[in-house]
């Protein structure tokens, strides 16, 4: 148990919808997701930036979030932290330091965009 203190972490997934012509899955239903529950997550949400935009002022909020073990997640999915729904921004990854060959587990990145 690496994270006996960390936070708990809700992935949610989108119901896949299939296009009626062509019979493939063109979009996600996110009204009714699958939910994964992740507990003992650490999660540094140390990154917030404004938008540069003059129709919008938003602020986005990076997350990195490191689970306490492997757990099915992928890109597509989002993520509940602390009450935000955020999107899972690339391929969630399994690093491995070079020094060592210390595998800490998954690596998650997130982001959540408010305004």
Same mark, same amino acid.
């Given at each position: ?14 119901? =896949? ?15 009714? =997701? ?19 935009? =003059? ?25 509940i932290i602390r009450g935000l729904t955020c999107e899972i921004v690339g391929r969630p990854s399994t690093p491995r330091n070079p020094f060592t060959g210390d595998e800490p587990g998954m690596e ?8």
């Open positions: 148990m690496r994270h006996p203190h960390g936070e708990t972490v809700t992935r949610l997934r989108g119901v =896949p919808v299939t296009d009626p012509y062509s019979t493939e899955a063109t979009t996600l239903d996110w009204t009714t =997701p699958t939910t994964l529950t992740i507990p003992r997550c650490a999660v540094d949400d140390s990154k917030t930036r404004e938008t540069h935009d =003059p129709n919008r002022n938003a602020v986005v909020t990076d997350f990195v979030v490191w689970p306490d073990g492997q757990y099915d997640v992928a890109a597509g999915d989002r993520l998650l990145f997130a982001n959540v965009w408010e305004g």
